[in-house]
Antibody
Framework: QVQLVQSGAEVKRPGASVKVSCKASGYTFTSYDISWVRQAPGQGLEWMGWMIPNNGNTGYAQKFQGRVTLTRDTSISTAYMELSSLRSDDTAVYYC?????????WGQGTLVTVSS | QSALTQPASVSGSPGQSITISCTGTSSDVGGYNYVSWYQQHPGKAPKIMIFEVSNRPSGVSNRFSGSKSGNTASLTISGLQAEDEADYYCCSHTSSNTRVFGTGTKVTVL
């Protein structure tokens, strides 16, 4: 069965970077895009960007341009989201999801807490 | 890119029908038939309910339906059930080749 398993919770200082992983199984990793979405506590969903695992092409929401980097390692079917220059308002649950137009499978979410 | 506009809350009694609106612009909702809807229960990851305006993934109840008129998309839940109580988000393709979510709607079953 299709699964996306994300790395564990992180606590970071303001100004630091965080890298969240998303390991895919149950399907051919390079056949589907991976999107990243975040949700601050008590808030709505926010689309961050997407990546085509087959060729590494990416697209980012304007809000995160220059601060987020999406990469992948096809040998281990894993996608990564790195967010830099963290601020307190980056505290959120970060989700990876399979797809671009249709986000049909989601990871369990990774809580990133930014606090001094 | 501003979030699409949804009502903060919608409620209905069991068995009734409710409709959630999602208003954008001609650069997103109005310009493309790539509107999807997600259901999210507390503490859980979102689940896709509708894609490409009105298509249901397999396994999603036919009580859920979607439509679009101009810059506004809508999700209708008919025969409301207790299990439908959740947050709902629309999502649209944009002219910048990105995606944007709606502000979210809390559905309460009275």
């Amino acid at each position: 069965q299709v699964q996306l398993v994300q790395s564990g919770a992180e606590v970071k200082r303001p100004g630091a970077s965080v890298k969240v992983s998303c390991k895919a199984s149950g399907y051919t990793f390079t056949s589907y895009d991976i999107s990243w979405v975040r949700q601050a506590p008590g808030q709505g969903l926010e689309w961050m960007g997407w990546m085509i695992p087959n060729n590494g092409n990416t697209g980012y929401a304007q809000k995160f341009q220059g601060r987020v980097t999406l990469t992948r390692d096809t040998s281990i079917s894993t996608a990564y989201m790195e967010l830099s220059s963290l601020r307190s308002d980056d505290t959120a649950v970060y989700y990876c999801a399979r797809g671009w137009n249709i986000l049909d499978y989601w990871g369990q979410g990774t809580l990133v807490t930014v606090s001094s | 890119q501003s979030a699409l506009t949804q009502p903060a809350s919608v409620s209905g009694s069991p068995g009734q029908s409710i409709t959630i609106s999602c208003t954008g612009t001609s650069s997103d909702v109005g310009g493309y038939n790539y509107v999807s809807w997600y259901q999210q229960h507390p503490g859980k990851a979102p689940k896709i309910m509708i894609f490409e305006v009105s298509n249901r993934p397999s396994g999603v109840s036919n009580r859920f339906s979607g439509s679009k008129s101009g810059n506004t998309a809508s999700l209708t839940i008919s025969g409301l059930q207790a299990e439908d109580e959740a947050d709902y988000y629309c999502c649209s393709h944009t002219s910048s080749n990105t995606r944007v979510f709606g502000t979210g709607t809390k559905v309460t079953v009275l």
